[in-house]
């Protein structure tokens, strides 16, 4: 049995968020399907968890917004994707901007306009636990970590 640390912890620090985003998708690109999308779903619900979808946007981890989505259906939560990919949507009505400095112009923007993620993180804390269908979350990701860890 495998839980996802396990598998992520050492691209944990070889995954560069803080460059460019071309940096970021080269190191991601050279991890492992299962660890690339373990990974951005680990950072994503950390930001969220700690400080919305607003604080994830601004953060560098923002660059890895895509592949989070893919992450959570990967995972079988693909509730969590939906409601990841509305918050995109919410932020830009475009494509989704990898550039930081993008995001938190967006970002700036949005508050502005007086619009909030508030419901959409509502939404992903009272559905992150678990469902009457879906796993919790981290059990979902050891799940998923245990299914694919003998291939790695």
């Known amino acids: 049995m495998s839980d996802y640390w396990t598998l992520i912890e050492p691209a944990y620090d070889r995954v560069d968020i803080y460059g460019t985003p071309k940096h970021f998708l080269k190191g991601l690109a050279q991890e492992a399907e299962p660890v690339r999308l373990l990974l951005c779903v680990h950072w994503c619900d950390s930001e969220v968890c700690n400080g919305g979808y607003a604080q994830f946007f601004e953060n560098a981890t923002g660059v890895l917004a895509p592949e989070a989505v893919e992450g959570y259906r990967a995972v079988g939560r693909p509730d969590l994707a939906k409601l ?13 901007p990898r550039v930081r400095k993008k995001r938190q112009k967006l970002l700036a923007a949005h508050g502005k306009a007086g619009t909030s993620f508030e419901d959409l993180e509502d939404m992903y804390y009272e559905a992150k636990d678990g469902t009457a269908t879906l796993p919790g979350l981290y059990p979902a990701m050891d799940a998923f970590a245990s299914k694919v860890g003998i291939e790695l």
Do not use: V
């Open 84 to 96: 990841l990919d509305e918050a995109m949507k919410l932020l830009t009505k475009g494509k989704y």
